[in-house]
């Protein structure tokens, strides 16, 4: 090489050459060619120690600068580079993943047809040399999934430059490599999306006037979009939740975006008859990030719209898992009462499942509920018997929502009345002057209606939202109040969640309910 040669002036004309990044004439377009080529052709002369800065050189150089003639060139030598040495393979793999953004200056360009045929040009190059290195390289896959996730963009970078980012992520677990990289792919997108959620916080979405009960709202069958919900006077839980507070929260846009490129992905593997085994993998990082993340308010919809795909496989397996998690006394008291909350909310709002698969999950509860019953005596203790009552409340919740239809089918309707709630609900414990009061007074109001069993006792609630002792059982982290799939209130995945309580009525017509 020219600088062992002792030739300093034509080893740093060749860096110079590498570093030209204004718009080069035709004939520097050449020579550029011509040096890439060739530095192709000699990498087993190149020595990291000697030659740094003409590495540094290549490694920081931008497809985005260039034409498809020295794209090709530096994809060419990136690719001799990561295969003749192991030294130079995490290096060749961070310049690769670091063309997943363009600079700065093109975020403008992508808005045009010619910047979107730049990205197309650079990033179907960048995934096909991915490719390359891993046929070559077997160890590459396995050093390019922290690589990927170490250049993660935050949650405070620009929208176009994350939303870019993520789809060269989704690319990698939908593409050639994804039996390598895609799970983790999966997982860090998850993460990011935990992150984002977070950080919008509760007073953002919650209105002032809180004394809006749960249910001022139609509970079976809705047929209207979220958009027209919050004109009707008839707004969800957490208080009044609305979309119209969320307007100009740039994280809140941010989540909305890529929760919608999540989804579209999610819809392409359906397609491609892999939604299964992705949704493997979603269930996994559910466990260990959503279900532990404190009262997540949007990013559970990826869960929900994959269920609502494939309710027969995906929907019949998250909502076992929740049970299972709720009824598994190894768990700490949090995560099952998180898992009960969500598993409610998601057999309430899933209109997707069949009303018999529905009774079955209940039932499930209900014995627990039961068995718990047996074994503990003693009168009302909101915090010892915490996971019990949300169990109660879980129950009732689901009945507010489900009880008639499942009243209106003979075989569930005899199911139904042989559940021992009665004997639950009039417990020492008593789970009706625990639990949340609106939920309370809205499944005994149904429960007469139904002559589901004969309630005794006057609850007097004045339309409380709450109580002191849904407060205490709630815990500082208000798990009684949680109802994690509430109708989702970002406004682009709308129209993917509303389609998911749209899909009840396909059901419904196919017999299938």
Same mark, same amino acid.
């Given at each position: 090489m020219?600088?062992? &040669?002792g030739?300093?002036?034509?080893?740093?004309?060749l860096?110079?050459?590498?570093?030209?990044?204004?718009?080069?004439?035709?004939?520097?377009?050449?020579? *550029?060619?011509?040096?890439?080529?060739?530095?192709?052709?000699?990498?087993?002369?190149?020595?990291?120690?000697?030659?740094?800065?003409?590495?540094?050189?290549i490694? %920081?150089?931008?497809?985005?600068?260039?034409?498809?003639?020295?794209?090709?060139?530096? *994809?060419?030598?990136?690719?001799?580079?990561?295969?003749?040495?192991?030294?130079?393979?995490?290096?060749?793999?961070?310049?690769?993943?670091?063309?997943f953004?363009?600079?700065?200056?093109?975020?403008?360009?992508?808005?045009?047809?010619?910047?979107?045929?730049?990205k197309? &040009?650079?990033?179907?190059?960048?995934?096909s040399?991915?490719?390359?290195?891993a046929?070559?390289?077997?160890?590459?896959?396995?050093? *390019?999934?922290?690589?990927?996730?170490?250049?993660?963009?935050?949650?405070?970078?620009?929208?176009?430059?994350?939303?870019?980012?993520?789809?060269?992520?989704?690319?990698?677990?939908?593409?050639?490599i994804?039996?390598?990289?895609?799970?983790?792919?999966?997982?860090?997108?998850?993460?990011?999306?935990?992150?984002?959620?977070?950080?919008i916080?509760?007073?953002?979405?919650?209105?002032?006037?809180?004394?809006?009960?749960?249910?001022?709202?139609?509970?079976?069958?809705?047929?209207?979009?979220?958009?027209?919900v919050?004109?009707?006077?008839?707004?969800?839980?957490?208080?009044?939740?609305?979309?119209?507070?969320?307007?100009?929260?740039?994280?809140a846009e941010?989540?909305?975006?890529?929760?919608?490129?999540?989804?579209?992905?999610?819809?392409?593997?359906?397609?491609?008859g892999?939604?299964?085994?992705?949704?493997?993998?979603?269930?996994?990082?559910?466990?260990?990030?959503?279900?532990?993340?404190?009262k997540?308010?949007?990013? &559970?919809?990826?869960?929900?719209?994959?269920?609502?795909?494939?309710?027969?496989?995906c %929907?019949?397996r998250?909502?076992?898992?929740?049970?299972?998690?709720?009824?598994c006394s190894?768990?700490?008291?949090?995560?099952?009462?998180?898992?009960?909350?969500?598993?409610?909310?998601?057999?309430?709002?899933?209109?997707?499942?069949?009303?018999?698969?529905?009774?079955?999950?209940?039932?499930?509860?209900?014995?627990?509920?039961?068995?718990?019953?047996?074994?503990?005596d003693?009168?009302?203790?909101?915090?010892?018997?915490?996971?019990?009552?949300?169990?109660?409340?879980?129950?009732?919740?689901?009945?507010?929502?489900?009880?008639?239809?499942?009243?209106?089918?003979?075989?569930?309707?005899?199911?139904?009345?042989?559940?021992?709630?009665?004997?639950?609900?009039?417990?020492?414990?008593?789970?009706l002057?625990?639990?949340?009061?609106?939920?309370?007074?809205?499944?005994?109001? &149904?429960?007469?209606?139904?002559?589901?069993?004969?309630?005794?006792?006057?609850?007097?609630?004045?339309d409380?939202?709450?109580?002191?002792?849904?407060?205490?059982?709630?815990?500082?982290?208000?798990?009684?109040?949680?109802?994690?799939?509430?109708?989702?209130?970002?406004k682009?995945?709308?129209?993917?969640?509303?389609?998911?309580?749209?899909?009840?009525?396909?059901?419904?017509?196919?017999?299938?309910?």
């Open positions: 020219l600088l062992v &040669q030739d300093s002036d034509s080893y740093d004309q860096i110079g050459v590498l570093h030209h990044k204004e718009r080069l004439a035709p004939d520097e377009v050449a020579l *550029l060619v011509t040096s890439l080529k060739a530095l192709s052709g000699a990498v087993s002369c190149i020595d990291m120690v000697h030659h740094k800065s003409l590495l540094s050189s490694f %920081g150089m931008s497809l985005w600068n260039y034409g498809p003639d020295v794209m090709d060139a530096l *994809l060419e030598l990136i690719l001799s580079l990561a295969a003749s040495s192991g030294n130079y393979l995490d290096c060749s793999l961070d310049m690769l993943v670091s063309n953004m363009p600079p700065y200056s093109f975020l403008d360009l992508l808005k045009q047809p010619r910047g979107l045929t730049r197309d &040009q650079v990033l179907s190059r960048v995934h040399t991915l490719k390359d290195i046929d070559l390289v077997p160890l590459a896959p396995s050093r *390019l999934v922290p690589i990927v996730i170490q250049r993660m963009p935050n949650v405070f970078t620009k929208e176009p430059l994350i939303m870019i980012y993520v789809e060269n992520m989704l690319r990698l677990e939908g593409g050639a994804r039996e390598l990289v895609g799970n983790m792919m999966l997982v860090a997108l998850m993460d990011r999306l935990v992150d984002l959620d977070v950080e916080a509760w007073e953002e979405v919650l209105q002032d006037d809180c004394s809006k009960g749960i249910f001022e709202m139609e509970l079976e069958d809705m047929e209207e979009p979220a958009d027209d919050e004109n009707d006077g008839g707004e969800l839980h957490r208080g009044s939740l609305s979309r119209k507070s969320l307007g100009g929260n740039l994280i941010k989540l909305d975006s890529l929760m919608v490129l999540t989804f579209e992905h999610l819809e392409s593997c359906e397609a491609g892999r939604l299964i085994e992705v949704f493997e993998t979603l269930v996994l990082s559910f466990q260990t990030t959503v279900l532990n993340a404190f997540s308010k949007f990013a &559970q919809f990826v869960m929900f719209y994959a269920c609502a795909l494939d309710p027969e496989n %929907g019949v998250f909502a076992r898992m929740l049970a299972d998690f709720f009824v190894t768990f700490p008291p949090l995560n099952r009462m998180s898992a009960v909350a969500y598993l409610a909310s998601y057999l309430s709002r899933g209109k997707f499942l069949t009303a018999s698969f529905v009774a079955n999950i209940l039932e499930r509860l209900v014995v627990w509920c039961l068995e718990y019953c047996k074994i503990h003693g009168d009302i203790n909101p915090k010892a018997h915490r996971v019990f009552y949300s169990g109660c409340q879980a129950i009732m919740y689901v009945l507010c929502f489900r009880m008639r239809s499942m009243m209106n089918v003979p075989h569930l309707r005899s199911q139904l009345l042989l559940l021992p709630l009665e004997t639950i609900l009039k417990h020492p414990l008593s789970p002057k625990v639990c949340l009061p609106s939920i309370v007074e809205e499944f005994l109001r &149904q429960a007469k209606a139904a002559r589901l069993f004969t309630v005794s006792e006057t609850f007097i609630f004045s409380l939202l709450e109580s002191e002792l849904s407060r205490a059982f709630g815990g500082i982290e208000r798990l009684d109040m949680f109802f994690p799939f509430d109708p989702c209130l970002l682009k995945c709308d129209r993917f969640t509303f389609l998911a309580f749209r899909l009840h009525n396909f059901f419904r017509n196919a017999n299938l309910l």
